[in-house]
């Protein structure tokens, strides 16, 4: 009420109107003003390059020459390519899968507890997810080595024989992805649980009123009520998953026999390594369509979110 | 009527004791699996504390590789006194600190301008913010790559090899979140605040610094954390652009530098990790209600 007395006098005024009119102009511009260096930095260091990427990848190995699709072409007849969008897109879909479902597991039973302890697993179980990844890789690389491996000797009380956790193209995969789902699931467990607490109990008690057994109140309570929040989590994860460096980097550089690059680290090392910068660029510029995929779901679901609030 | 009631309330008994009984099960159970989670999630952080407080020849004996016999301190010290090891820890905070203080200053600003000040295609760039946040390192260091040189040719500045060079391209990774996480705290102050201090007269910049920093403390502290993370742990940029061990920062100075050819001194490598783990989770045990709301709002809100 006060609010609306205060400024009808200084409306129904002709002259304060146009200054209200200059103080909007202005602030319009102070606004622009204040996220410039946002705009700026985002600009010159992230979209620029972005589009200097698809350039780059159009030139030939000493950038002197146009080429046109000549790097996608000669990427397109190596086995090695195929062989890196097949372990990049193995390797993102299965670290996703098993993420969600970890996550998922975890936390239910962090759900299921009393609450005053739920604090303290929480705490703990995020620990994988704090700790730079590249130093944890180091310590799954000393968990996986080859002569001293201390999982094998765990292993061995189970009457398991040596496992080549790192030294064989199989294993080697099951290994990038066990650290990936390691480093991952905590993060989804987080959101899961945020997601859990927000059903509300009634229907809980509904569905078990109705005679819901355990397996349907999770089928058509839980699932139906986190299904946003499961996508958007597991898109999010698509995407720094399917652009992941450190781990495979630390703990296999690709190998053996390539049989682990995916596209960040294959661009590494034809780019950069290889010294083959336009080449580089044409690898890394495939993960574009997955992300632009992903990216279209995700916002797609903000705007649709942003519209209902 | 009666006898109804009597069936009901005899049926319902033994029904509400069952269920009791399935509640203690279910907590038994989660229990237990969560016991086996926490040791699947714990494994590696403590086995890397365990080979730390060994000696090499410990390390390569023969024996159960999860026991200590001879705890020493040895590797700590010999990396403590190391030069090297501290001038990439001194590169690592310079650089991290550097960066939360440019990253909040710019997407602070920026996110309040995209909240509260709507201006011609705020709504888009709020959507561009989101959108570079999707765009991947591993896409960008290639033309980034490029780019230096360039700046080399033309501006005579070399930005390859020097640790601070981090201090510019961090951001990138780190801002859009940041603002991201800002927007949805700022948008989330009722109206009635900011204009009630405008009436008084208040300017913009006071509108930020008296209002809205104060309020969104949380989300700040949040995105700071997170900064801090991102910038301490990052891998890629490094690796790519810094090659002289005096140049270099944390996790690329372990990496590149103690393991040599085939030789691994697990012993240091190990203890070398988790000194570098140690700043992000001893801010993590201390402030975890904060890295956890910042974590689930980055996605939730918006």
Known sequence: MADIAARNPAVSTGDSRSSLHKLMQRKSTIAFLMALPLILLLA??????????VYLATLNK??????????????FGRDTFWLVVYQSCLFAITAVIFKAIIGFVVAHFVHNIPSKGQRKWRGMLLVPWVIPPAMSTLAWLWLFDPSYSALNWVLAHFGIGNVPWTGEAGWARFSVILVNVWIGSPFFMIMYLA????VPEQLYEAASIDGATWWQRIWY??????????????????????ANFDIVRVL?????????????TWAFRVGIEGGDIPLGAAVSLFMVPILAVAATFILRDITKRGSEV | MANTAVATEASSRPKYGSMSRDRTWALRWSYFFLVLFAIFFLMPPIYMLITSLKTSAEISAAKNPWWISNPTLQNYIDLLTQNQFLIF??????VSIFVVIVTMLISVIAAFALARMKFWGSATLATGVFLTYLIPETLLFIPLFKMFAWVNEVFDVQLMNHWWTMIILYPTLTVPFATWIMIGYFASIPKELDEAALIDGATWMQTLTKIFIPVALPGIIAATIFTFTVAWAQ???????????????????IITTLIKGDVFNWGQIMTGALLGAAPPLIIYAFLMDYYIAGLTAGATKG
């Open chain 1, 44 to 53: 010159t260091l992230v979209a620029y390059p972005a589009g200097y990427a």
């Open chain 2, 235 to 253: 891998f890629l940029y490094p690796l790519a652009f810094t090659t002289s061990t005096s140049e270099l920062v944390l996790p690329v100075g």
């Open chain 1, 221 to 242: 309570v839980t699932l139906p009520m986190m299904r946003n929040i499961i996508a958007i989590t597991a898109l999010f994860s698509l995407i720094v998953t399917f």
């Open chain 1, 195 to 198: 997601a859990l607490k927000s």
């Open chain 1, 252 to 264: 296999t550089a690709g190998g053996p026999l390539n049989s682990t690059h995916i596209f960040g």
């Open chain 2, 89 to 94: 820890f001194r590169n690592s905070a310079i």
């Open chain 1, 62 to 75: 000493g950038m002197t020459r146009f080429v046109g699709f000549g790097n996608f072409e000669f990427l």
